[in-house]
C-alpha cells in the first residue's frame, strides 16, 4: 500500500503567529539510530532558518540526507515548543495507522534501502516528501499494527528504561569526580593548603602533568590489532556518548576494514579524536566478551590504567567534559578537525595522591559495572527486537493468533 495514503509528512511548521517565544530544538547531530542525544533551548528569534517542524507526541523523526545513516527517532514525550531541523521529515499517523508501527515501518531496513535507492544528490544525498508518500508498504488492519507495534515496543520501553538509569549512574559518579578534582572539596581539603600550579590553585602535593604522563594510565601508542580469525568492527558512528548503539560489522581477517585498526586492552578508555565527538568506551573485566572480539576504527585513540584502581579515575577524566573542552581547543585540521597526539599531550590534568584516586575507584566503580551490564542488556535486547521487526512490519509472521510474551529483564 502507499505510505502517503496513511501518513502525513511534515504537517505542522512554524507560522507567525506561533505561540512560543522559547524553542526546544532537534537538529540533525542531536538524532542517532533511535536515539535522541538532546534539545538545544533556544529563543525563537535566535534560532537557525532551519528550525521550522513542528513536534508532537507520536510523530517519527527520520533524517532526510543520507538516509543510509539511519537518523530516526520516535517522539514518545516532547514539550509543547518542540521544534526539529527541516533536515527532518516528520511523520505523523492518520487514524488508519498506529503511531508506533509507522514508527517501525520506516525503521525497518528495508525501507532504509528504499529511500537510500531513491536519494537524489551526489555531495548531501536526499530524500523529499514525495519519495517518503510514494514508498509501498505492508499494512494490517489496525489491530493487527497495534499487536505487532506493542511486541515491538516492549523492547524499546525496556532499552529505554535502561538508558535513563545508564545516565543516573554516570552523572552521579561524574558530579562527585567534579567534586573532587575539579572543585577540589575531596573528603579532608579543609585542612589542605593550596598551592600555585600552571591551571590556577591546586591541592599542596597534588601535581600537573601532560595527560600522556599521568602516574596512573598509560598512552596506547600503537595498536594496529590482532589476526583472530573474527572480529566485530566499531566506528565511531556506532558509539553514542558512552554507549554502543550500533551493531558493528563482523568479519574475518582476511577482509579487514582499512581502519579497524585498535584493539581494545583490559582497563583501557577510548575516545574519539574528532572535535565535537563526545564518544568514550570503557573496557573492563565485565565487558571483557566483546572487548575480545572488539576493533575499533582509527578515529579513537586510548589509554590503559595501570591497574584496576585507577580506571574509574581514568574513566571520569576522558568521559569529563574539561576534558572534551580541552580535546576540543587543540583540534587541528582544514577539512575535518581532530586531536592528533602532539595535540593531547598539549592538555593537563591533575595528579591527585593514589589513595584518593583509589577512594574514588572503589566508590565509582560500581558504577561503571552496572552502565556496562546495563549495556550488554540493552544489546541483547536490541538485537532480539532487530530480528522480530522485519519478519511482523512485512507480515511474515502472523500475530492474528499468537499470544507472544516479553520478558521483563534479558540476561
Not at 534539545?39 to 527520520?62: C, E, F, N, W, Y
Not at 586510548?302 to 583540534?331: M, P, Q, W, Y
Not at 589513595?355 to 556496562?372: C, M, R
Request: hydrophobic share 40%; charged share 25%.
Amino acid at each position: 500500500m502507499r505510505l502517503g495514503d496513511y501518513i502525513t509528512v511534515n504537517p505542522e511548521s512554524i507560522k507567525k503567529d506561533y505561540a512560543f517565544a522559547e524553542i526546544e530544538y532537534i537538529d540533525i547531530s542531536s538524532v542517532g539510530t533511535g536515539t535522541l542525544k538532546g534539545t538545544q533551548h533556544l529563543q525563537l528569534a535566535d534560532a537557525p532558518s532551519r528550525a521550522k517542524r513542528i513536534v508532537k507526541v507520536g510523530d517519527a523523526l527520520l533524517a532526510t540526507v543520507r538516509p543510509n545513516l539511519r537518523a530516526f527517532w520516535f517522539a514518545q514525550r516532547t514539550d509543547p515548543n518542540t521544534i526539529a531541523s527541516t533536515g527532518f521529515a516528520v511523520l505523523r499517523a492518520g487514524e488508519l495507522m498506529d503511531e508506533r508501527f509507522l514508527y517501525y515501518t520506516v525503521t525497518n531496513q528495508p525501507f532504509t534501502d528504499y529511500l537510500t535507492a531513491n536519494a537524489k544528490g551526489a555531495a548531501y544525498p536526499a530524500v523529499d516528501r514525495d519519495t517518503i508518500e510514494r514508498a509501498k508498504v505492508y499494512i494490517p488492519s489496525l489491530p493487527i499494527q497495534c499487536k505487532i507495534a506493542s511486541i515491538l515496543s516492549a523492547y524499546d520501553d525496556l532499552i529505554e528504561d535502561n538508558l535513563r538509569r545508564i545516565k543516573i549512574l554516570e552523572e552521579m559518579a561524574q558530579a562527585l569526580y567534579r567534586e573532587w578534582f575539579v572543585k577540589f572539596r575531596f573528603p579532608g581539603h579543609e585542612n589542605v593548603k593550596f598551592v600555585d600550579s600552571p591551571i590556577g590553585k591546586i591541592p599542596e602535593g597534588w601535581a600537573v602533568s601532560s595527560i600522556l604522563e599521568s602516574p596512573f594510565w598509560e598512552f596506547i601508542r600503537r595498536n594496529i590489532g590482532s589476526y583472530e580469525k573474527s572480529k566485530i568492527y566499531f566506528a565511531t558512528a556506532d558509539v553514542t556518548g558512552i554507549q554502543l548503539t550500533g551493531d558493528g560489522i563482523e568479519y574475518i581477517y582476511e577482509d579487514k576494514p582499512s581502519r579497524a585498526q585498535k584493539e581494545p586492552e583490559l582497563n583501557s578508555v577510548w575516545f574519539a579524536r574528532m572535535q565535537e565527538t563526545y564518544k568514550v568506551l570503557p573496557f573492563t573485566r565485565v565487558n571483557d566478551a566483546l572487548r575480545y572480539r572488539c576493533m575499533l576504527s582509527s578515529g579513537f585513540a586510548g589509554f590503559k590504567a595501570v591497574s584496576e584502581e585507577e580506571f574509574a579515575f581514568l574513566f571520569f577524566t576522558i568521559n569529563s567534559k574539561e576534558f572534551h573542552s580541552h580535546k576540543d581547543r587543540f583540534c587541528t585540521g582544514a577539512t575535518q578537525r581532530s586531536l592528533t597526539n602532539e595535540g593531547l599531550g598539549r592538555i593537563q590534568v591533575v595528579i591527585p595522591s593514589q589513595d584518593l584516586v583509589h577512594n574514588f575507584s572503589e566508590l565509582t566503580g560500581p558504577n561503571i559495572n552496572e552502565i556496562l551490564i546495563l549495556q550488554r542488556k540493552n544489546r541483547i535486547l536490541r538485537q532480539t527486537r532487530d530480528l522480530l521487526l522485519p519478519k511482523l512490519i512485512s507480515g511474515e509472521l502472523d500475530v492474528s493468533e499468537l499470544n507472544i510474551k516479553i520478558p521483563e529483564e534479558t540476561s
